[in-house]
């Protein structure tokens, strides 16, 4: 059974930072491209930041210079470390693997920055 489990999301004042931790099991997660995405209220779901079983990453505009996605496959574990955060960072952030025919996600962890 796969399964990915967020943390590390709560509450931070504007210009704060947070890491969030994405612990995964039942996939062979050394070979997965894996992702952070994040859902607004009111507002759709995008990707925040990406990760290749390679190393190589992408980040959405909004984030760049102040995120940063990193992995550690001994770990199992995919990483977002959130710097200079704003209050239009408030969010829930979801774990994403990439997967045929469809990604698994995990269930969120919440983070809402106060201004």
């Known amino acids: 059974q796969v399964q990915l489990v967020e943390s590390g999301g709560g509450l931070v004042q504007a210009g704060g930072s947070l890491r969030l931790s994405c612990a995964t099991s039942?996939?062979?997660?050394?070979?997965?491209?894996m992702g952070w995405y994040r859902q607004a209220p009111g507002e759709q779901r995008e990707l925040v930041a990406t990760?290749?079983?390679?190393?190589?990453?992408n980040y959405a505009d909004s984030v760049k210079g102040r995120f940063s996605i990193s992995r550690d496959n001994a770990k199992n574990t995919v990483y977002l470390q959130m710097n200079s955060l704003k209050a239009e960072d408030t969010a829930v952030y979801y774990c994403?693997?990439?997967?045929?025919?469809?990604?698994?996600w995990g269930k969120g962890t919440l983070v809402t920055v106060s201004s």
């Open positions: 039942g996939i062979i997660f050394s070979t997965r491209s």
């Open positions: 990760i290749t079983s390679g190393g190589n990453t």
């Open positions: 994403n693997a990439r997967s045929f025919p469809t990604d698994y």
